[in-house]
């Protein structure tokens, strides 16, 4: 997928408009972002993918607490499956990516008020969410 990403790219660079507006780094995360989305799409996969999110285990740890971290996987990546997709897409590039928020507002086409607005409101809902598995 990384090798279509870049050759999406390297096809589209000639139209793209460099300035100090427009960066590289968000148009490539939008080209990796709507390359994903097709692909899901095309294979019918959930869009947030347990396996490749992040890996919360640590090799030091003993097999108690890699258990428990995994549990914890499983019910974090189960609340931000009912997220809607806009704010699994801003949670998952602010706090996973570590994308800033200007960036993840260009990767969405909005405002960043927009994007903050959608992080807070799919944290409260994840927190909503997550009291149930407590």
């Keep these: 997928m990384a090798q279509i990403v870049f050759l999406k790219v390297y096809l589209a660079i000639s139209r793209f408009e460099f300035s100090a507006e427009k960066k590289l780094l968000p148009y ?3 080209v990796a972002r709507n390359t994903v989305i097709d692909y899901y799409r095309r294979k019918k996969i959930p869009a947030v993918d347990a396996d ?3 890996d919360l285990a640590d090799p030091g740890q003993n097999g108690e607490e890699q258990i428990i971290k995994q ?3 499983k019910e974090i990546l189960a ?3 009912e997220l809607n997709f806009e704010q699994q897409e801003a949670i998952i ?3 996973l990516n570590g994308l800033a928020n200007n960036e993840i507002a260009k990767i969405l086409g909005k405002t960043e008020a927009a994007v903050r607005q959608l992080q807070c409101r799919g944290l409260k809902k994840l927190r909503i969410i997550l009291k ?3």
Excluded: P, V
């Design 28 to 30: 490539f995360f939008t």
């Design 71 to 73: 549990e914890q996987k």
């Design 132 to 134: 149930k598995y407590d």
């Design 52 to 54: 490749r999110l992040w």
């Design 93 to 95: 590039n602010k706090y």
């Design 79 to 81: 609340a931000l499956r």
